[in-house]
């Protein structure tokens, strides 16, 4: 599984003040439907302030992550799904979505928690999805991301 070595969090992380705004994808219900409940969750725990914003695929997450930032926001968590098919479109959705979020991110110099999940079957994205019966939670990683992100740009600018 891609979780084994990832970091455990010592400290739940104080968001009082931030501004998140969650931008998630609209295909593959159920999935995405964890995932934003388990951003949620932290998000919630952790006293930011933040919005949820729909888009209807991934390949729309840059630009909504842009408008967020443009619009004011500290950090932005991009929540979405893409299943490998048969056709190179998985290819070029994964990687244009990814390489914009990272875009985005740098451009605003704000954090982007990436909880792109690129798949290659439905199962894979069931056991990541925070839901009752998963492995993981990269909706919540996602959000944790940010926030901690968020935390080391302020005491890096000072």
């Known amino acids: ?6 970091p455990i969090a010592a400290t739940e992380i104080d968001g009082t003040g931030l501004r998140v705004v969650v931008v998630a994808a609209s295909w593959h219900d159920t999935i995405m439907d964890g995932l934003v409940a388990g951003a949620a ?3 919630d725990a952790s006293g930011a302030d933040w919005t949820l914003a729909r888009v209807p695929g991934s390949f ?3 630009v909504a992550a842009q408008a967020a930032f443009a619009g004011g926001a500290d950090a932005v ?3 979405g799904v893409i299943i490998r098919g048969g056709t190179p479109h998985f290819e070029y959705v994964s990687s ?3 390489d914009g979020l990272n875009r985005v991110s740098l451009d605003a110099g704000k954090p982007i928690g990436f909880g792109l999940l690129t798949l290659d079957d439905e199962q894979q994205g069931l056991n990541r999805a925070g ?3 998963s492995e993981e939670d990269k909706g919540a990683e ?3 991301a940010a926030l ?3 935390a080391v740009i302020s005491a890096l600018r000072g």
């Open 148 to 150: 901690r992100t968020a």
């Open 142 to 144: 996602a959000a944790d």
């Open 131 to 133: 839901l009752p019966d």
């Open 1 to 6: 599984m891609s979780g084994k070595g990832a």
């Open 77 to 79: 968590v991009a929540l």
């Open 41 to 43: 969750r932290v998000l």
């Open 96 to 98: 244009a979505a990814t």
């Open 60 to 62: 729309e997450l840059a």
